[in-house]
């Protein structure tokens, strides 16, 4: 009897059997795979989140990046990163869980000094420790530093100079930094406090305060179309709040340069300069914002104007000597001794307004073109 009752060898039974084996492994092989890729993009979205809320309330100017251009140790642990998040006003590199104990732990860039002193050059060095530049040299025993495969040597923020772990003492530490070989192009945070203190009590003779600085003091402001050239322009405004006080650097696609410019009014007469990063357009942008200057009554604080090209159609920076594109083929501290380096020559500026009067007495729109010419003297 029993052996009636088990199915025979290939009956219905045995083969809807057979399958439902076969459809749930297809299942599983189809739905495990797609529950695993929306698990991973869960966790990925809300790590995200988390990054960028740290962002947003950081003093640091923190950017992620899927992949460091060299080797790079995370300034909290130590230990060698391939992707992570760096700060592009002071140069930290960091783990992504690193990122809160860093935020935490060490100091971005001040652009103004808390307390309220009256000496200009008495700002000590702000060194921070690891990931030196490639070819940087020991500012006390003139050897390479960064060499060894592992967190090591230290950096100063401000004037880029670097020292070996062996060679740095509590005298350095205590040193004054002079802002290294640009230092008259940037702004000192001291400065703008003092300026700060000055506006309080209804001062503006920025003269006296300019004069502690030297002759030589030509601070520079930073006026770059982060979209221009593929999107180059948001990578070269990190490396000139690297260089610079993060303060002289502008987006122009987030801050105008009519506001920009008014930093020119917290300097001495006829003493600031301007490098657009951007095409013909920025720099026509910047040019208007200029002659607003003028109609403002502000002459004595326009700026003298250099241009970095960036994207196509730089035919002003190619008549002025700045050729026609920049792509990265010198480094940003090379531009800002081009700059410092660079003569002025005058530039007309002039407005064609044409008016077509139209049929039946209908006005069209005017067109206003507006041209940039470099004056040549002959003597």
């Not at 979209?227 to 696609?253: A, C, K, W, Y």
């Not at 073109?369 to 040549?376: A, D, G, I, T």
Request: with cysteine.
């Amino acid at each position: 009897m029993e052996a009636e009752r088990r199915p025979a060898p290939g009956s219905p039974s045995e083969g809807l059997f057979a399958d439902g084996h076969l459809i749930l492994w297809t299942l599983c092989s189809v739905l495990l795979p797609v529950f695993i890729t929306f698990w991973c993009s869960l966790q990925r979205s809300r790590r995200l989140l988390h990054r960028r809320d740290i962002f947003r309330k950081s003093k640091h100017g923190w950017r992620d990046t899927d992949l460091f251009s060299q080797p790079t140790y995370c300034c909290v642990c130590a230990q060698h990163i391939l992707q992570g998040a760096f700060c592009d006003c002071c140069g930290l590199r960091v783990d992504e869980g690193c990122l809160k104990k860093a935020d935490r732990r060490f100091q971005c860039k001040e652009i103004m000094l808390k307390n309220d002193t009256k000496v200009l050059d008495a700002m000590p060095h702000h060194w921070i420790r690891g990931n030196v530049p490639l070819c940087s040299y020991c500012m006390v025993c003139k050897q390479q530093c960064g060499c060894q495969p592992k967190l090591c040597d230290y950096r100063c923020i401000w004037c880029q100079k670097t020292v070996h772990d062996e060679c740095m003492k509590n005298s350095l530490k205590n040193e004054k930094c002079d802002f290294g070989e640009f230092k008259n192009l940037i702004i000192p945070p001291s400065y703008l406090t003092s300026i700060n203190q000055m506006r309080k009590d209804k001062k503006t003779d920025y003269e006296v305060l300019a004069s502690k600085l030297g002759k030589q003091w030509t601070p520079l402001i930073i006026l770059a179309n982060s979209r221009s050239g593929t999107n180059m322009g948001e990578g070269l405004l990190g490396e000139f709040r690297i260089l610079l006080n993060p303060v002289q650097v502008f987006d122009v696609t987030k801050t105008p340069p009519i506001k920009a410019l008014q930093l020119c009014t917290l300097l001495p007469y006829y003493s600031a300069r301007v490098l657009v990063c951007g095409g013909d357009g920025t720099v026509g942008w910047v040019l208007d914002a200029v002659d607003d200057m003028k109609i403002k009554g502000q002459e004595k604080y326009i700026p003298q104007v250099a241009v970095l090209p960036l994207g196509t159609g730089n035919d002003l920076s190619n008549t002025l000597g700045w050729g026609t594109g920049y792509a990265g083929e010198i480094p940003v501290a090379q531009v800002l001794r081009n700059v410092m380096e660079a003569d002025g020559i005058k530039l007309d500026r002039w407005k064609v307004q044409v008016t077509n009067k139209g049929y039946y007495n209908l006005r069209k729109p005017k067109d206003v073109l507006l041209f940039s010419n470099k004056v040549e003297l002959s003597i």
